[in-house]
């Protein structure tokens, strides 16, 4: 399986993710960032099939995706599950960013082969549980 940073994400806490995920080979998951495999600005129309062809699942911070109907649809049509990370009041810091993905990466991988695609899942820093779309 993949996991798929898109570029709401610093390129760095992919390369970070991966890095700590390496170890663990044997679970079978990559990470990648989605401006260094799909290059920077890449319409989400264009990208998002992509993910879905190679079974990957999309960590972003755009809640965007699952307000604007068609991106959405096309997640649901292309069997896409998203983690959405909803920013505190007054956004992320760097490392309030680095925490969560860090603190939440074992349920994201859990979910992210348990769960039945398309899903959606939305990640907030003071909820102890994620909330499923």
């Not at 603190?103 to 820093?125: C, D, M, Q």
């Amino acid at each position: 399986m993949r996991i798929y940073f898109d570029e709401n994400f610093s390129h760095r806490i992919a390369a970070g993710m991966r890095e700590f995920q390496r170890a663990r080979r044997s679970e079978g998951i990559e990470v990648i960032s989605c401006p260094e495999e799909f290059g920077r600005g890449v319409a989400d129309e264009d990208w998002i099939p992509q993910v879905a062809s190679k079974q990957g699942v999309i960590l972003t911070q755009d809640l965007n995706i699952h307000r604007t109907k068609a991106q959405w649809e096309l997640c649901q049509q292309n069997k896409v599950g998203v983690f959405f990370f909803k920013s505190p009041r007054g956004g992320w810091s760097h490392w309030m960013i680095v925490r969560e993905v860090v603190n939440r990466w074992e349920e994201i991988k859990r979910l992210a082969t348990t769960s039945k695609r398309p899903f959606g899942w939305v990640v907030e820093t003071r909820k102890t549980q994620m909330k499923r779309l």
